[in-house]
Nanobody, 114 residues
Framework: QVQLVESGGGFVQPGGSLRLSCAAS????????MGWYRQAPGKQRELVAA???????NYAASVKGRFTISRDNAKNTVYLQMNSLKSEDTAVYYC????????WGQGTQVTVSS
């Protein structure tokens, strides 16, 4: 199986920045896609950003231009650089990996407030 370890969440003021990291580990495997989802209070979980082996990326319209997803294939790690944070970005962020099946991190809280 694949284990996902998330880090980088926290409390920031509007306009601030955070960088989330997610490292995948386990037995030998190949990863097709890594990404980030988030779930705000009272809302369904939604895709924030994803990155594929080819380097192709996909972003939610609400974060495009502010967030950047990147991937270190050698380290099986995905990052999410979040800039110009807004209060509506407040949510629990979940790391996602597809490696034959779906794997999820346990979530990390991001709170944007003055």
């Amino acid at each position: 199986q694949v284990q996902l370890v998330e880090s980088g969440g926290g409390f920031v003021q509007p306009g601030g920045s955070l960088r989330l990291s997610c490292a995948a580990s386990g037995s030998r495997f190949s990863i097709s896609v890594m990404g980030w989802y988030r779930q705000a209070p009272g809302k369904q979980r939604e895709l924030v950003a994803a990155i594929y082996t080819s380097g192709t990326t996909n972003y939610a319209a609400s974060v495009k231009g502010r967030f950047t997803i990147s991937r270190d294939n050698a380290k099986n790690t995905v990052y999410l650089q979040m800039n110009s944070l807004k209060s509506e970005d407040t949510a629990v962020y979940y790391c996602y990996v597809f490696s034959g099946s779906n794997y999820w991190g346990q979530g990390t809280q991001v709170t944007v407030s003055s």
